[in-house]
Each structure stands twice: as C-alpha cells, then as structure tokens.
C-alpha cells in the first residue's frame, strides 16, 4: 500500500503522519492580535504628538503677540504709557498702566486660543478665547 501524498510513514505508529509545515490558525489570530495592538497604540501616539504640536504652535504665537506689545510699550515715552489694545494676529492684546513717579507696572492681558481647564475636567482643553495676563515694570528712564 502506497501513502497519501505528503504523508510518511513511522516504524513506531501504524498509520501515515503528516508533515507539519506553515502556521496554525492560532499563531495567525495571536500575531493579528500583536499587530492590531500595536497600530493603535501608533495611532494614539500620532495623535498625542499632533495636539502637543498645535498647542505649541499656539503658545508661540501667543508669546510673539506678547513680545510685539512689550516693544511698543518700551519704545513710548515714559508719561505715554497708559492703557492701549490691538489686535495680533488671533489674540486681542490689552495693556493698562498704573500710576508712579519712577516706575510703572504694566499689565498686558492676551485673549485668543489656548490652553483650558474645567472644573470637574482633569485635562487641559484647546479653548477659542482664553485670557493670559503678564504684569512688567517699565522703569523712568
């Protein structure tokens, strides 16, 4: 008697045995598993880095706003400083100058897009209108 093609026959067993060649279906479905399980997590991570990119992006922007109106304000005369507002970019940028003989504190607020948390809310959300105050005293000269 001849054996079914593929198979071979063991001195130590009655009947043919087969060869055991490729994957299981459990081995396939485990290393499906494994890859789905590690796609997420790159999708998760793409869109971590994407949220820290638009936030940084936004708080450059904010400082840059900042910046411009420090300059101008460095750049008035001491007495001409009071209180002013322009608009930068998306920020809208308030200053307001206190009073004093030989030095005055200025109070710069941006309003625009940023960083916001709620109450109840444990991570900071991008919000479209979120104050930011810095104080800086302008010395006479």
């Given at each position: 008697m001849m054996p079914p093609s593929g198979a071979r026959f063991d001195s130590t067993r009655d009947g043919p045995?087969?060869?055991?060649?490729?994957?299981?279906?459990?081995?396939?479905?485990?290393?499906?598993?494994?890859?789905?399980?590690?796609?997420l997590g790159l999708g998760g991570t793409t869109a971590y880095i994407v949220r820290q990119v638009t936030l940084a992006?936004?708080?450059?922007?904010?400082?840059?706003?900042?910046?411009?109106?420090?300059?101008?304000v460095q750049a008035m005369a001491f007495d001409s400083v009071t209180t002013g507002s322009d608009s930068i970019g998306v920020f809208?940028?308030?200053w307001s100058a206190g009073t004093g003989a030989q030095s005055?504190?200025?109070?710069?607020?941006?309003?625009?897009p940023g960083l916001h948390t709620t109450a109840?809310?444990?991570?900071?959300?991008?919000?479209?209108?979120?104050?930011?105050?810095?104080e800086y005293r302008l010395l006479r000269p």
């Open positions: 045995q087969r060869s055991a060649a490729g994957f299981s279906l459990v081995e396939v479905v485990v290393a499906i598993i494994i890859l789905a399980v590690g796609v992006d936004v708080m450059s922007e904010r400082s840059a706003a900042l910046q411009s109106v420090i300059e101008r809208n940028v308030s005055k504190v200025v109070q710069i607020v941006t309003m625009g109840g809310n444990p991570f900071p959300m991008l919000a479209p209108a979120v104050p930011d105050t810095f």
